[in-house]
């Protein structure tokens, strides 16, 4: 029988640093993880350079599966679109292999197209930046 892999999401311990997290990772036998943009004082949100994150990843011998996440981002603008852009060039710099696209989910926006509409529009625009990057983005039900 085959294992099931399994990637360590760095919100089962946000408290530790990336490095350490990779490592607690490593520790228990996982190779792939997932690091986030909203755990403050960390990589991403304390401004490490992705290269870093890069870097530590390969030390620990782990694959950075993906960052999460884009959010609300089927609520496209120009400031989604920027953050898009900043988010997509962090992942493909740090390694990772995905970004993960949480969309809004508040009960707003239900009329009849609309959700869909948002939601085409966004995908629209963020593929060419996703392709561009080699990165595969991961839309969160």
């Not at 962090?90 to 809004?104: E, I, M």
């Amino acid at each position: 029988m085959t294992a099931l892999p399994f990637a360590l999401n760095h919100m089962a311990a946000p408290a530790l640093p990336v490095d350490a997290f990779f490592s607690l990772a490593k520790s228990l036998g996982i190779s792939m993880v997932e690091i986030r943009n909203d755990l403050a004082g960390n990589a991403i949100a304390d401004g490490t350079p992705p290269e870093e994150v890069k870097a530590l990843a390969e030390k620990h011998g782990l694959t950075i599966v993906s960052i999460n996440a884009l959010q609300r981002f089927n609520e496209w603008n120009e400031q989604r679109a920027d953050e898009a852009r900043e988010l997509i060039s962090y992942a493909r710099d740090c390694g990772a292999k995905a970004l993960v696209l949480v969309p809004v989910n508040d009960g707003s926006g239900k009329a009849d197209g609309v959700r869909q509409s948002n939601l085409r529009q966004a995908l629209g625009a963020l593929k060419p930046m996703l392709d561009a990057a080699g990165i595969t983005g991961l839309v969160e039900p």
